[in-house]
């Protein structure tokens, strides 16, 4: 096209005076949209909320968005991928068309490959408590409080692989570099104690999930906000005094470093990094104390060890009993979130997680025998205490396992398609199930759930409407539940 066309076919589309009439009114658009949004008058009830912060207060108490059911929460994580088809999902035609195809799934291929025939749940299931509900004889323990939980049987995640599911559950995204939710409903609500941490993450006596410390990573929000790592066997490091130091000493250094900080911050009043420093100070000390006598399980009558399996043969099992021991110290003395994890991976596939892909019938039992009885008396404990009443309990695992045996192997292989968690506790329709999988396990057919579904009700029970929950961050009003998610109503009690 020569030159002149190429003209003329522009002067049809816009003139100079309608390019300085649009341009004109599309910059007093961006402007009367900033002006909205700082006026909250754009978005209506989803404006974003952030929560006013002290710096030298970061843990400071927060009021919640509207009245909550639940002050705080306990989440149980299965690393590995528990099967809810060997635990909670009972398939009667699973049971009838055992050892044979899956139908319409011919060569079926998932994450390690091919599929071979279906197979129905290694343990027999039972109905359980007042309810009925059937659960297997692999978790008889937790089964028996199923009166107690509400078992969301349609939850599906967007990954097949253990770490971006992982991240998923956890944080909301598959992909690194987010907070997690426990960092999401610090920064939301700060602590009931201001002599522990507001969230504590409990690492299993065999190590730490597949992505380790990003499961309670703050990321990009304020690093006050990051979970605590410390269990029952591996208390927070460096909390005594050396033995060098006398205590007159270390009082006398600490009052010195409280002086020298006043002095500063009187000139430089409102020095935000300078005040949080210091408050981080402040609790790294009170901790000290506290710390130390929130890990100290001597206090403990002895039938309560007894009842969590604390002093078992099995130093596996008695680990984590400890921990789970150590997860309800925490709850009942203020910490807003505690994540408890059940298995690891630094052992391997399946050896000490639930990722069941090659022996499952011989793996299952052992990490069964460590996690039922000392999860169920945390349960029962959290009741007898008063604790459920306004404790938010979720048991979650990254996603299910397949209905079929892999081709070869005698395990499940991955399954984001439908899988189950249970919530119990705080503003929870007890001794209930909401969705359901197809006939066979192997996706989500009715009331089908979303991780983003899951934080948002985790997030409406503590009061935090999560569409307005949010930090700005690299020019984008960052949420837990991204731009997704819907609060599972029925589950509410």
Known sequence: MNPTAMRQLGDGLVDRRDFLRWGGMGLGGVALASLLAEQRLSAGDKSPIRPVIDSSRPYAPRQPHFAPKAKRVLMIFCTGALSHLDTFDFKPELVKRHDTPMPGQDKLITFQGENGNLVKPLWEFRPRGQCGKMTSDLLPSLGALADDMCFIHSMTGKSNTHGPAESQMSTGFILDGFPSMG????????????????????????????????????????????????NADKPIANLARPASISENGDIATRDFVKLLNERHLAQHPGDGELSARIASYELAARMQLAAAEVGNLRGESAATLENYGANDANKNKAGFAKN???????????????QLFNGAYAMGEGVGNWDGHRTIANQYPTHAAILDQPCAALLRDLKSRGLLADTLVAFVTEFGRMPTFQKGANGRDHNPKGFTIWLAGAGVRAGTSHGATDAFGYQAVENAATIYDLHATLLHLLGINHEQLSYYHNGIERRLTDVHGEVIRPVLA
Do not use: H, M
């Open 183 to 230: 960092a999401w409903v610090s920064y939301a609500l700060g602590s009931e104690t201001q002599n522990l941490p507001s969230y504590v993450a409990i690492p299993d006596p065999r190590g730490v999930p597949q992505i380790s410390t990003r499961q309670w990573a703050s990321a990009f929000l304020p690093a006050a906000y990051q979970g605590t790592p410390f």
């Open 324 to 338: 789970c021991v150590l997860a309800r110290r925490l709850l009942e003395r203020g910490v807003r979130f505690v």
